[in-house]
């Protein structure tokens, strides 16, 4: 059945900014070794990374707290789900608050108008947020094969007429 599960990989980190880095290196790891190209790897890696950083900053506020994060292993993508068990938050809020980006509020302001939200959304293939018990962040990222044919133009495959 091509819709299996071939690994999981689940790891749990300290809700505390400086063990995101860590879940970074993971989703590098697991990506490269199923072959995705190396745009693919940096733009999952952000948006773990934001996703991992919410959780930090937001759901247990000043209390300790974990972090899960799986990895679901396919043959054509990868899905990674990071969940958190502290407080949830309404997700239609955030995405109608978040609106278009306007150039004229700070940095700041975009981060907390939903700004991750929809740089993982951009990043990802599919993402999805359920704030229902804690949250839970699903991301998956399809291998994409080459845009060309392998070999295409290979030495081997060319012939030279002299």
């Not at 860590?22 to 790897?41: K, P, T």
């Not at 994060?69 to 958190?84: E, K, N, S």
């Not at 997700?91 to 700070?106: D, F, N, T, Y």
Request: glycine share 8%; aromatic share 4%.
């Amino acid at each position: 059945m091509k819709d299996q599960v071939k690994d999981l990989v689940e790891m749990t980190i300290p809700a505390k900014a400086e063990y995101v880095g860590v879940i970074r290196l993971a989703v590098s790891g697991i990506a490269n070794r199923m072959g995705f190209h190396y745009d693919d790897i940096e733009d999952m890696k952000l948006a773990v990374a934001e996703a991992c950083t919410n959780a930090v900053d937001h759901a247990y506020q000043g209390t300790s707290g974990q972090v899960q994060v799986a990895f679901q292993i396919y043959d054509d993508r990868l899905v990674i789900q990071v969940t958190d068990r502290g407080n949830s938050f309404d997700v239609a809020a955030v995405k109608a608050r978040s609106g278009p980006i306007e150039s004229h509020l700070p940095l700041t302001s975009l981060r907390e108008r939903g700004l991750g939200l929809h740089l993982m959304e951009t990043l990802m293939d599919a993402v999805e947020i359920d704030g229902n018990d804690g949250v839970v962040v699903t991301l998956t990222k399809f291998i994409h094969g080459d845009e060309v044919d392998r070999d295409v133009d290979s030495p081997a495959k060319t012939q030279t007429h002299r």
